[in-house]
């Protein structure tokens, strides 16, 4: 520990000791001194002198007549031979053997004072009397706090504090106490009544008076102050604990010692006053352990923590919902628990300050803990015996929970302290990582401009071709490097930009620049970004146009401008125009795209401005520094930009001002010459490849170099490609080409994102149905995780690579393929298990026939017959079949049934006309028919009925098989409902389950009731 903090320590102890010894010296000046004591209810004050020694407890024997109820005219001198002597302070404990007093019941308390001088003012004060008392002196009535009776019901329960004064003319003073208790544990005068001039008297109620006032306003205070440092962002638990409880502490203070809150409010209910006295008293108990527990975790785990509050909790319980009477009577036996549960967090916390030897800062922290859990024992202990009068003042319970207000708010300084001094290393090094990082980024950035330029340097050389050895289409693809080169350059370039401006050092080469050239070679780069896109690029800058700038940064604000527009505007123009006003020229970027919402036309030109989601969700989002820097070169440039215009869903203009200045020939010369740029010229579109017999891969991506890219290495194999710019876009080709087999998904895409898309598309389509490839820049876990979590099978990073590229499309490819055929080859073997299963159930309906019924039999075997036809002429991979053919099989097997059974049911079949050839699965509707005849009817009594309907929805059809059987028991319908196969049982149901698992959109469902009947639906789709 170094020499600062042992002077901060000293300074808080030096802070301690003062606080601690001016609030003793204040608060001792109201208590009495021992004098005399009364004997045989007579008390000789004649040798005190009340000037010199101050006050005096009327402590002593008092006389006391139990059970009854005495004025002061009922005394005569035979009533003073009956009397009994009870010593005062006391409470009522019960009979013993040497006398007492029941601890519920009323009596009377009478003394005699012999004062050294007549003709004087006296006070005294009472302070607990249990519970209620009447106060007469020298005969007349001078106090009372509730009423005492001799019966319960009339009794009013008080024992509200006060002082009262009186004039005696006499050297004897005769006072009269009646004391009745109903209620309370135990009952008598329980404190020392203090007794003596006025002038004492008032001084001391005043500062008994005064120190509960400060006390109730210290709490509030420091309670509120926590509660505030929780609100205004230190948002930890430990200050929301810590407020709670000194506000709770509040309550308890204004209803304990000087009771100011009955003062204030004589009305108020005694019952509701000394509930909430215990419900403060042992909610704030509740609060304070949680508080402890979440300063040092290791003091107890949760469960213990819990364990230890349930007693607390259920004697709250019991104060809200039972009479005082019979809580009361309890109520120290938890006192004494919460005494023992404090007692065992201090041996707790002595433990771990042993424990954690040459930890000084948390050896600091766990020595300040334990002096507040010790003080928060002092107070509770000393009120307690202050409130049994084994102690005669309440002033070391006051001074603990000053102490604890204290330590606590030292501990809570000292852990602001440390994480605030934590905070500031953590910011030094974040200073000095960004500071690395920059220095890394401007080193890095350097660096790969070197090769960067070698490439645009030979791809131009190249380009040259005077020999005529490149076709137009590897020409095209040479300007499409070299532009994308450029592009990565002017990337490159505003992060050395924003790097340079941080540290002060960007430096501008002021030009004469045409405005038009400078426009018409940035629209040249760009032009390959609008492969594929129904977008025109168009330069409307007039010639003759010149500002006063860095060239090479006018070109980099307008890129980042056209950029900005290119990457939000689905169709339509984007525009570029200049025009000049007085020695001011204004040139305008004017696009059709998405547009800004005029709450954000500031914060785009904010650095790294951050949005809502982890992805883009509109179209001025994503654009990182771009606008950052073109703003901040502008105004390098002695100009300013923003927003002139702007509708969300019709278009954007960006308008940035600059210097002009006149034309000058030599110049204009110089702008002809270079506005001859020939740019990259593209003889065929970015389409869609149709013509190959291979597989079908959907690519959804907004930048036409990657698709360009993707087309490259996709050409090589026998792959059909589709290609789609937006998310929009991608719907109306799957609408177009339902049989895509594969999607491709960049995930930075405007205004609705991939991560956006492949949710919709999940939607529609499984996982199994469709796979999705998502294409990403980012390789966090995190970001790859939101890909997974959205419905992705496999992601790729970019740049491809085009070996890792194939090898992941064949791999989802052969998966999608093999999971297809597994799910056919087992549909099929389900089919081939439900046929035996009918024909089974069937011939053995048709051979009882046979000795019976001749006629019935060949009828039967005609049915069977038809039955037989339909199953053999049907494929056994075959999946689905239309619903007519279905019910074909209901018939079929109906009239088996009714020509064996036909005064045993009816069969009713309500079928719409419109889905007759919608096709469903087969064999999902037979079974569910037979088991509603055979199980659920031909097992109850009596004549039984079948309903099966077929009714039509939006985009769905729905199936119906009602009967009004025996039920299914509530084990075994649990069992269908979960698709749990029975013991030995048929696979019918459990195997339709499994079916339409695997189909989009349908559902099954089954209810029943035992004795009234079962319903079967199920939801198919309709096309």
Request: include cysteine.
């Amino acid at each position: 520990m170094n020499k600062e903090h042992y002077r901060r320590l000293i300074g808080i102890g030096l802070i301690f000791a003062i606080s601690i010894a001016l609030f003793y010296g204040i608060y001792s000046e109201s208590i009495p001194n021992n004098g005399p004591v009364a004997h045989k209810g007579v008390l000789d004050l004649s040798g005190w002198d009340f000037d010199r020694e101050g006050l005096v407890k009327l402590d002593g024997e008092w006389e006391f007549y139990e059970g009854k109820l005495l004025e002061p005219a009922d005394f005569n001198q035979d009533m003073r031979r009956e009397a009994a002597y009870f010593q005062v302070p006391g409470t009522w404990k019960g009979k013993i053997a040497g006398g007492g007093m029941d601890r519920k019941g009323f009596g009377t308390y009478r003394l005699k004072i012999i004062v050294p001088a007549a003709d004087e003012v006296f006070g005294l004060k009472m302070r607990s009397v249990r519970m209620a008392n009447r106060l007469y002196i020298n005969g007349k009535p001078e106090g009372e706090s509730g009423r005492p009776t001799s019966i319960a019901e009339t009794f009013r329960a008080g024992n509200t504090p006060y002082i009262t004064f009186f004039h005696t003319n006499t050297r004897e003073i005769d006072i009269v106490i009646q004391v009745a208790n109903h209620v309370f544990v135990t009952g008598g005068i329980v404190n020392s009544i203090p007794f003596g001039q006025h002038s004492d008297m008032t001084r001391m109620n005043a500062i008994q008076l005064g120190t509960d006032i400060a006390m109730i306003l210290v709490l509030g205070m420091f309670g509120s102050y926590h509660l505030c440092l929780y609100w205004i962002g230190r948002r930890e638990k430990t200050y929301v604990l810590s407020g709670l409880y000194l506000l709770i502490l509040i309550v308890q203070k204004s209803l304990y010692g000087e009771k100011i809150l009955q003062r204030m409010l004589p009305d108020l209910p005694f019952e509701l006053a000394y509930k909430l006295l215990d419900i403060s008293e042992f909610s704030s108990a509740v609060l304070i352990i949680i508080f402890f527990c979440s300063v040092d975790a290791r003091l107890m785990s949760v469960r213990t923590m819990k364990r230890v509050l349930a007693p607390l909790i259920l004697y709250i319980a019991a104060v809200l919902t039972m009479p005082y009477r019979i809580h009361i009577s309890v109520k120290y036996l938890f006192f004494l628990y919460l005494g023992v549960a404090i007692v065992y967090m201090i041996g707790k916390m002595l433990y771990l300050y042993a424990k954690s030897r040459g930890q000084t800062s948390k050896r600091r922290e766990q020595l300040l803990f334990i002096g507040g859990i010790v003080s928060l024992l002092v107070f509770l202990v000393d009120g307690s015996l202050y409130a049994e009068n084994i102690v005669p003042t309440d002033l070391v319970g006051k001074i603990g929970v000053i102490s604890f207000i204290i330590f606590m708010n030292i501990l809570l300084a000292v852990r602001f302290s440390n994480a605030y001094e934590h905070a500031e290393k953590l910011t030094h090094q974040l200073t000095v990582s960004n500071q690395l990082k920059d220095e890394f980024l401007t080193n890095t950035s350097h660096e790969i401009k070197t090769p960067l330029h070698g490439i645009m340097n030979m791809t131009s050389h190249l380009l040259e071709d005077e020999d005529g050895n490149l076709t137009a289409k590897q020409k095209q693809n040479l300007w499409l490097v070299k532009d994308t080169a450029t592009k990565l350059s002017m990337l490159i370039r505003d992060l050395i930009d924003v790097t340079r401006l941080k540290r002060g050092d960007l430096r501008l080469t002021q030009a004469v620049v045409d405005v038009r050239v400078a426009a018409q070679i940035v629209c040249d780069v760009l032009q390959f970004e609008l492969a594929g896109k129904p977008v025109r690029l168009v330069n409307q800058v007039q010639s003759d146009v010149w500002v006063l700038a860095d060239e090479n940064r006018l070109r980099q604000v307008l890129y980042n401008l056209l950029h900005n527009a290119i990457k939000h505007t689905d169709q339509g123009t984007i525009k570029v125009m200049a025009g000049a006003e007085g020695q001011i020229v204004y040139i305008v970027v004017e696009d059709t795209g998405t547009g800004i919402p005029g709450d954000r036309r500031e914060s785009i030109f904010e650095y790294f401005e951050p949005t809502d989601g982890p992805l883009p969700q509109d179209g001025y989002t994503g654009m990182g520094v771009g606008l950052y820097i073109s703003r901040k070169l502008v105004e390098r440039m002695g100009g300013n930009i923003r927003v002139a215009w702007s509708e969300p869903g019709k278009g954007t203009s960006m308008m940035f001002s600059l210097p002009a200045v006149d034309r000058i020939p030599v110049y204009r010369e110089t702008a002809s010459a270079a506005e001859e740029r020939q740019g990259a010229v593209f003889e065929d579109a970015l389409e869609d490849i149709v013509d190959k017999q291979g597989d079908t891969i959907l690519i959804v991506d907004d930048e036409a170099s990657n698709i360009h890219s993707l087309l490259n290495m996709l050409k090589r194999h026998p792959y059909n490609v589709l290609v789609a710019f937006s998310a929009h876009e991608a719907m109306g080709k799957l609408k177009q080409h339902p049989n895509v087999d594969l999607v491709i998904l960049d995930v930075m895409m405007p205004r609705t994102s991939g991560i956006e898309l492949c949710r919709s598309l999940r939607s529609h389509y499984s996982i199994l149905d469709l796979p999705i490839l998502l294409a990403t820049a980012k390789e966090a876990s995190q970001d790859v995780a939101l890909g997974f979590r959205a419905g992705a099978n496999d992601y790729v990073t970019k740049p491809f690579d085009g070996e890792t590229l194939i090898a992941r499309i064949q791999t989802l490819l052969a998966m999608k393929t093999s999971i297809r055929e597994a799910i056919r080859s087992e549909h099929a073997f389900h089919q081939a298990q439900i046929k035996p299963h009918f024909l089974y159930n069937a011939l053995s309906s048709v051979i009882s026939f046979c000795y019976t019924d001749g006629e019935k039999a060949a009828y039967l075997l005609a049915m069977l017959s038809q039955y037989l036809r339909y199953i053999l002429e049907m494929d056994r991979s075959t999946l689905f079949v239309p619903l007519y053919r279905e019910l074909e099989l209901v018939e079929a097997y109906v009239e088996i049934e009714k020509a064996r059974f036909g005064e045993r049911f009816d069969f009713v079949c309500q079928v719409d006309e419109s889905v007759h050839h919608i096709e469903i699965p087969s064999l999902c509707i037979q079974p569910f028919v037979e088991n509603a005849i055979r199980h659920g009817l031909f097992e109850k009594e009596g004549r039984g009925r079948v309903e099966l309907a077929v009714r039509e929805g939006e985009r769905y059809i729905q199936v119906t098989i009602e009967d009004d059987g025996v039920g299914i028991p509530d084990d075994l319908l649990y069992r269908l409902t979960t698709g749990e196969r029975q013991n030995g049982g048929g696979i019918g149901i459990s195997n339709i389950r499994k079916r339409l698992e695997t189909i989009p959109g349908a559902a099954l469902s089954v209810s029943s009731e035992l004795g009234r009947g079962t319903i079967v639906t199920m939801y198919l789709p309709a096309g």
